[in-house]
């Protein structure tokens, strides 16, 4: 089909440059649309916690939504994890909503952005938006008493933004083999007993639930960035649209092995939220 083309346009070779010199301005078009976008999750702090986990970051369930097979689905004997959806008809509409999103806007820009800026400079950048979380992982360790988790990323903090140049390398992990301790206000409501109450599926934002909503907004006060700037709400804008660009571009292609692979995507996005968070919870 290619070759074909090219026979039929033998004076199309300076196409490319148009291309080209249309790429940039196309990608921050498309940067300013997704900001506009996360203004749904505008106040959880562009540092995301585990919690607001969202189709429009992706981290859409695709780090955590393993869709089980045949050899390694639970026994009879085990209860299947599940949570209350007494919102379903309306989750599922937004979940529609979050999906025609991802392909037609989030998808587009990520696959440009991936293409102009190299795979090393963007695993940078994801590692700079990790460390920068590292203050909500240290609060709710110690809100969770989990003090040896506390200073885990206390000396992560300090290595990575000390020898790793502002968080842009992990050396915490590459270099000392601490990892990283995944907590959040969401976690420590369960932690304490509380659980999920229902699954919600918001519009641009995507999976949670009532306790992660409360926990996205814990988090948000926790968060100490948020008092360095006098509009963090134009920031969380701004940054959470390039953070979620980001992240994207390097998982692409896996929220569509997920639906591909789910004979009901909405129930397997759903789920696999619930039971991670879950996992989560209990370690």
């Known amino acids: 089909m290619t070759e074909s083309y090219r026979k039929r346009s033998p004076g199309s070779v300076s196409r490319s440059s ?11 078009i498309g940067f300013l649309f997704v900001s506009n976008l996360s203004l749904a999750g505008t ?22 939504a393993e869709v089980r097979t045949d050899n ?8 299947i994890p599940t949570i209350p959806d007494p919102l379903e008809p309306i989750n599922r509409v937004f979940f529609h909503v979050n999906d025609r999103i991802y392909f037609w806007a989030l998808k587009p820009v990520a696959t440009g952005y991936r293409t102009v800026i190299a795979l090393p400079i963007r695993l940078r950048v994801r590692d700079f938006f990790s460390n920068a979380s590292a203050p909500i992982r240290v609060a709710n360790c110690l809100l969770q008493l989990k003090f040896k988790g506390a200073a885990t990323e206390t000396v992560r903090f300090v290595l990575n933004t000390t020898v790793g140049v502002v968080g842009f390398y992990d050396i915490a992990k590459k270099g000392f083999n601490i990892d990283r301790r995944e907590e959040d206000f969401g976690q420590t409501l369960g932690f304490y007993g509380i659980g999920p109450i229902f699954y919600i599926n918001w519009p641009f934002f995507g ?3 009532l306790r ?11 968060d100490p960035w948020n ?6 709400v134009l920031v969380n804008i701004a940054i959470g649209g390039y953070e979620r660009v980001n992240n994207t571009s390097l998982t692409l292609g896996e929220y569509e092995d997920l639906k ?6 909405y ?10 968070r879950e996992t989560k919870i209990d370690e």
């Open 18 to 28: 148009p291309i080209r010199c249309w790429t940039v301005p196309l990608l921050i």
């Open 227 to 232: 008092y360095l700037f006098k509009s963090p």
């Open 72 to 79: 390694d689905a639970p026994s009879f004997e085990e209860p």
């Open 260 to 265: 591909e692979a789910a004979l009901d995507p």
């Open 267 to 276: 129930v397997a996005l759903r789920d696999a939220y619930h039971q991670f």
């Open 207 to 209: 999976p949670s639930s």
């Open 43 to 64: 106040l959880p702090s562009f540092r995301r916690s585990s919690a607001s986990i969202s189709i429009l970051q992706v981290d859409p369930a695709v780090q955590f």
């Open 212 to 222: 992660d909503v409360v926990g996205i907004f814990g988090d948000f006060f926790l």
